[in-house]
């Protein structure tokens, strides 16, 4: 019968594993407490990539989105399995397609943007692009089925009423943009391809965590991920008060049939 006491080597090298991990924490730690400036450059480049890429985004994603939510037209259903599809679009496609166009011999070789921040931009534009659609397209298309006909006795048309839900429905699209920045600052593909990861110019903190990894600099890359981590949670607590202070405007703001009649009682 097999022994199920660990081999003599496991029990020599657990401690030693252990001493590295730890080791590793507390210096990762000390990167972020002591603002490393190499750690600073490279959070600050993440945010600005992706900030920028969900503003690109968001602008079309939130028109497109609403016309779709709103929009009957003949092969609607087609339009919606393709946006539905490129939801789960692997980065690095993303990233191959827009290298290939931002090379010499592609259309787009002339901007030179290829391995440069503008690069990036763009890749992860065209990577959120689609998140940000499909779930606008969804909210929308639901709070049409509510108020559209409302909106349609005022003599609102489609456009009207896409941007007028669109208002109506403000706060809950504000989780379309966390999930549209999580989807950009989190993917490490595209930008890795279009970006080449140069040190001090296009190396962000995903890709940054890919490479110290492979270098065997476990206390950057820990701390980048720690960081990245960070990032996520205080973006989650921001929507969670906005939205926890919308419910309180909800629920103190007098409902339509009151407010009503105080108008034709005060007339």
Not at 91 to 99: A, E, I, K, Q
Not at 138 to 151: K, M, N, P, S, V
């Amino acid at each position: 019968m097999a022994s199920r006491n660990p081999p003599a080597y496991d029990r020599l090298t657990f401690p030693f594993r252990m001493n590295t991990f730890s080791d590793s924490v507390s210096t990762a730690f000390s990167l972020i407490a002591s603002f490393d400036p190499l750690l600073g450059s490279i959070v600050l480049r993440s945010l600005a990539v992706s900030a920028c890429a969900c503003l690109l985004a968001c602008s079309a994603g939130l028109v497109l989105g609403a016309w779709l939510g709103v929009a009957r037209f003949r092969g609607r259903d087609v339009v919606l399995t393709l946006l539905n599809t490129l939801l789960a679009l692997p980065s690095v496609v993303v990233g191959l397609v827009v290298y290939l166009l931002l090379s010499r011999s592609g259309p787009l070789g002339f901007l030179g943007w290829l391995f440069s921040f503008k690069a990036m931009v763009l890749a992860q534009t065209v990577l959120v692009l689609p998140v940000v659609t499909a779930l606008v397209r969804q909210t929308i298309e639901d709070a049409d089925r509510l108020h559209g006909e409302q909106f349609q006795s005022l003599g609102a048309g489609k456009g009207m009423r896409s941007l007028l839900l669109l208002w109506d429905e403000r706060y809950t699209l504000l989780t379309v943009l966390i999930a549209a920045f999580g989807r950009a600052i989190s993917e490490v593909g595209a930008v890795m391809v279009v970006g080449g990861n140069i040190d001090g110019f296009t190396r962000v903190m995903t890709t940054a965590i890919a490479l110290e990894t492979s270098k065997g600099d476990l206390p950057l890359a820990l701390a980048l991920g720690l960081l990245l981590l960070a990032v996520v949670l205080l973006l989650n607590v921001l929507i969670a008060l906005v939205r926890r202070w919308r419910e309180r405007l909800d629920d103190h703001a007098p409902p339509p049939e009151s407010a009503s009649l105080q108008r034709q009682g005060g007339g």
